[in-house]
């Protein structure tokens, strides 16, 4: 089955420094992977997507993440964090089976601090 | 991108009564429709998939006699709680396909329930 998991509950930055929130994934096949941010009592907004091609793929607000097939990896990371970015940060792979549904990591909480 | 509007965005009901959220497609058909629950501090759980036309596909462990979803048309997919307890108290995401993004996926503003 696919999966994706997130080792970090939490992630503390200061503003102004790079972050970087850890995803790593288990798939049959070719992973489809996604990364969701989702603010306090919304839904989720989507970041970015890798389904195939450049290993380093740019998304929302100036995020990206890098797709590493050797370590089975897919951090977000973002140069230059803000206040802002505080939010609950979801990996998430594309089942391949029946409905192709969105199958989420636990989720990683990042602080950016003034 | 295509939208998912979701209603309500939040309710308060008693013990024993039903609770509908709506989600609806505002720009585009959904054939299919994934209802999440989440809980605090807790990742998105698939209740289960609706499809419209026909019965809902429930994930293992979830009740559906007690969540009773509903896709009668290509832009309206709901879920009923039916006779709430505290436990049920959730938040819970509706989200479909994007039929405007390859592979992507767009998600309701979702429901805070609380079931006193």
């Known amino acids: 089955a696919q999966s994706v998991a997130q080792p970090e509950d939490q992630v503390n930055v200061a503003e102004g420094n790079p972050l970087t929130v850890k995803c790593t994934y288990s798939?049959?096949?070719?992973?489809?992977l996604f990364w969701y941010v989702q603010y306090p009592n919304r839904g989720l907004q989507f970041l970015l997507k890798y389904i195939t091609g450049d290993n380093l793929v740019k998304g929302s607000y100036g995020f990206e993440a890098e797709f590493n097939k050797s370590q089975t990896s897919f951090h977000l990371k973002k140069p230059s964090a803000l206040v802002s970015d505080s939010a609950l940060y979801f990996c998430?792979?594309?089942?391949?089976?029946?409905?192709?549904?969105?199958?989420f990591g636990t989720g990683t909480r990042l602080l950016v601090s003034p | 991108g295509a939208v998912v509007s979701q209603h309500p965005s939040w309710v308060i009901c008693k013990s024993g009564t039903s609770v509908k959220i709506e989600c609806r497609s505002l720009d585009f058909q959904a054939t299919t429709m994934f209802w999440y629950r989440q809980f605090p501090k807790q990742s998105l759980m698939l209740m289960a998939t609706s499809n419209e036309g026909s019965k809902a596909t429930y994930e293992q462990g979830v009740e559906k006699d007690k969540f009773l979803i509903n896709h009668a048309s290509l832009t309206l997919s709901t879920l009923t709680v039916t006779s709430a307890h505290p436990e049920d108290s959730s938040f819970y995401i509706c989200?479909?396909?994007?039929?405007?993004?390859?592979?992507?996926?767009?998600f309701g503003s979702g429901t805070r329930l609380t079931v006193v």
């Open positions: 798939v049959s096949g070719n992973p489809y």
């Open positions: 998430a792979v594309r089942d391949i089976t029946g409905f192709q549904k969105l199958v």
């Open positions: 989200s479909a396909r994007d039929p405007g993004v390859s592979y992507g996926y767009t």
